[in-house]
């Protein structure tokens, strides 16, 4: 792929690599007048996750799990473009949405919660504002007002 900006890094020092991916144009939807029918500007581009040796292992399996639902082809992820005119555009927009799709499902998951009290404190002030707020407005009933 000579003229595009790559490597496209995913995280760390692991890139997206040129040769794992595949390419597919055809002609985009939507405006365009004339020169949208005769060109191939919209963008798809696949990347084979369960074949792929660039990813470690460990992250392979957290991907192939969190895009379960988007995978095609038994491993393949498959993003589109066509929000530009030009197929070049198209093709950096896709492989960058690609690698930022890779990024995201390959992240370490979040760390547990640590579940936490309440302080005492925190909730004395709070039933002492409480009954505060009650006798407030229990001297403002209008049956003392006779």
Known sequence: MDGMSGPYVIRGSVTLPESELTWRFSRSSGPGGQHVNTTDSQVEVRFDLARTEALPEVWKRRALQRLAGRLVDGGVVAVRACEH????????????????????????????????????GVNERRLREKKRRAETKRGRSARDWT
């Open 85 to 120: 005119r030009s197929q070049w555009r198209n093709r950096e927009a896709a492989v960058v949405r690609l690698a930022a799709l890779l990024a995201e499902a390959t992240a370490p998951p979040p760390k547990p919660r640590r579940p936490t009290r309440v302080p005492r």
